[in-house]
Each structure stands twice: as C-alpha cells, then as structure tokens.
C-alpha cells in the first residue's frame, strides 16, 4: 500500500439520545491509500454518513483512533458531497464552483483554477448557467467540481448519484472514473448500488454497523470487466448484502 490517506483503527462512534446509547458502528478498521478509491457499502443506518463526516473532522470518533494527514496550511484534508448539490440558486456555475475559494485558507488558488477546472471536468460549456437551468446530473457535476476546486486530499462522496435517473447515473459514473485518473483522486463512495461500488471502486468494503465495523472487503482494482472474478464478487455482494442485509451480512468475516 502506498502513502496513507487516512487510517481508523478500532474505531467507534456511539450518539447519545433520549432513548439511550446508539452505537453507530464498533472495532471499524479501515485505512485508505492515497490514489485509491474504496466504495462503502452497508444497509441504512449502518454509519456510512457517520464515517464520512468523522473522516472530514465534521464529528469524531467515541473510541479508537483516526489517522488523517494535515494539510500544513490548515486546510480540511477531506471535502465532502451530498446526495443533493445544494447549489446557491443566486450564483451561476462558475461562482458556485469559486465559493470552495473565498474561504480565507483558500486564497492561493487563483480563480482561472475555476475555469480550468471546469474545462477539464467538461463543464466549460455550462460556466454562466445558473442553477435552475441545470438538470440533476449537471448539479451534481457541478457540486463535485466546487469541492474539487480546493484541491482536498481526500474527496469523500455519500450517495453522490443516488438521485439521479439510471442513465444519467452511468453517465456520471464513467464520468467520475475518468475524472479520477485525470486528479489522481483518493475518493471513498458510500452507495448502496452494488455494481456502481465495483465498477468504481479499487476495493469493495461492506460495513455493517452496530457492534461490528467493515466485516469483508474485496479488491477488485486489477479486474476487467468480464473478469470471472468480478462477477464472483459481484454474486457474493448481492447474496450477503442485498437479500437480507443484517443476517447475511453477519456470516460473513473476511
Ligand atoms: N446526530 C445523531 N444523533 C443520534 N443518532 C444518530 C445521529 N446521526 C446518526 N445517528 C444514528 O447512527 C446510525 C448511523 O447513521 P448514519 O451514519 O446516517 O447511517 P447510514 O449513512 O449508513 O445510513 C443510525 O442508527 C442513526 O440513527
Ligand atoms: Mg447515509
């Protein structure tokens, strides 16, 4: 493995509430290469979110430890995307994708980074489009191309696609593949879409939550597409996770 972007090692996060204790997930071990895309998958309420806002430093972890690189300027080392783009409607695409650069931290990019940016992440085109003239997959982009723009070590996406229609789904897949060898990208994707984790992803980790951390995970980073492999790991996936996700999750211990 080569440079560490991040590591959490026996990591557990466990919410107060009015009803008690909720333990989001416990005994997490996960460390992520700096290049390498890992997708996380796991049922709902598994702690996907929780894992990623903790990784971004936006919460921390109850027990264990998290090992993130600083930026020597004190920039975040993570920006994150949502399933919605939350564009600020008053602004066109090209001030939206600026807004990463007026926090103070970011003041050494210059703006033409912006138009740069956009070129390269083929949205030149939609730079003076306001946000209501963009359909789903366009925002999305756009959203993507704002947290790119601070040039984050770490880019941490939460169901990033999830809204959008199954074409435009792919289309910002194939899209998110190239612009990730294009950034030399370290990126981790929660989904819940089984195919979109392998054909992302370099590794597959499958987190299950509550008293248990990630329980199995798979490197796919080598396997073509009509790899046997793939398809093996594939049926695995979606024998254990899809079906009935808590009890087949729970055989299962790499
Ligand atoms: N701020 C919070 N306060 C209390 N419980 C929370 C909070 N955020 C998340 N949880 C709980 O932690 C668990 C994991 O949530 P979350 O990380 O959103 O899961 P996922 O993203 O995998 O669906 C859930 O049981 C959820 O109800
Ligand atoms: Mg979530």
């Not at 709902?44 to 690189?69: F, M, N, Y």
């Not at 007026?102 to 306001?130: Q, T």
Request: proline share 5%; net charge negative; with cysteine.
């Amino acid at each position: 493995m080569g440079t560490l972007a991040f590591a959490v090692t026996g990591g557990a996060k466990i919410y107060d509430s009015p009803s008690g204790p909720i333990t989001a997930f416990r005994d997490l071990d996960l460390e992520v290469a700096r290049g390498e895309v890992v997708s996380l998958l796991g049922p709902s309420g598994c702690g996907k979110s929780t894992l990623l806002r903790i990784v971004a430093g936006l919460d921390h972890l109850s027990e264990g430890e998290l090992d993130v690189p600083k930026r020597p300027d004190g920039r975040a080392a993570a920006g994150i995307v949502f399933q919605d783009a939350h564009l600020l409607p008053w602004l066109d695409v090209r001030e939206n994708v600026g807004l990463g650069l007026r926090y103070r931290a970011n003041r050494g990019i210059g703006s033409s980074e912006v138009d740069r940016l956009l070129e390269v992440l083929g949205l030149a085109a939609l730079a003076d489009a306001m946000p209501r003239e963009l359909s789903g997959g366009q925002a999305q982009r756009v959203a993507i191309a704002r947290t790119i723009v601070t040039a984050p070590p770490l880019l941490l996406l939460d169901e990033p696609f999830a809204a959008l229609d199954p074409l435009t789904r792919r289309t910002l897949q194939d899209w998110l593949r190239d612009i990730r060898s294009l950034l030399d990208l370290t990126v981790v994707l929660v989904t819940h879409d089984v195919d979109e984790a392998l054909h992302l992803g370099d590794r597959v980790a499958l987190l299950r939550g509550g008293d248990r951390g990630i329980t199995a995970t798979w490197d796919v980073a080598e396997l073509d597409r009509d790899d046997a492999a793939l398809g093996d790991a594939r049926r695995e996936l979606l024998d254990r996770y899809a079906t009935d996700p808590l009890a087949q999750i729970d055989g299962l211990v790499a």
